[in-house]
């Protein structure tokens, strides 16, 4: 399971990321004294061969509102088969708090490097010496 902290400005905590443990693609969006305010869920398959988007859903803490999405988008079979590109989008209410957004944008970056790159982690980087992730 990975956890990843979050930093803005560098060395002020402002929150991290936490992998659940489940069937399921599932993490935590943790506040700096380490207290659950967002899940995001993902499907059973993330793989993009199905020709689709990836989505993963955004929800309160409760798990019972859905309040935004983070997507990978299909992006036709020759550059999902031939190249490392990828294009994701992401959607959350405008008001949502900076910090929160910030800690949403990091959760992407966690979410492309889990389950769309490889050698430390997905299927496409090969594993060269620096594909580290701290």
Same mark, same amino acid.
């Given at each position: 399971m990975q956890l990843m902290e979050v930093h803005a400005p560098p060395g002020t905590v402002i929150g991290s990321i936490l992998q659940?443990?489940?069937l399921l693609p599932r993490f935590s969006v943790l506040d700096s004294a380490g *207290? $659950?305010?967002l899940s995001i869920e993902g499907p059973f398959?993330?793989?993009a061969v199905f020709c689709n988007d990836v989505v993963f859903d955004i929800f309160t803490r409760n798990g019972h509102v859905k309040i935004g999405t983070m997507s990978k988008n299909w992006s036709g079979v020759l550059r999902e088969?031939?190249?490392d590109i990828d294009n994701f989008t992401v959607t959350f209410p405008v008001d949502l708090d900076v910090g929160l *957004? $910030?800690?949403l944008l990091a959760a992407l970056f966690l979410i492309d490097f889990i389950f769309f790159e490889s050698g430390?982690?997905?299927p496409?980087?090969?594993d060269l010496?620096?594909?580290v992730i701290n």
């Open positions: 659940d443990i489940s *207290k $659950a305010v398959c993330t793989s088969a031939f190249t *957004k $910030a800690m430390a982690g997905g496409n980087v090969p010496p620096g594909n």
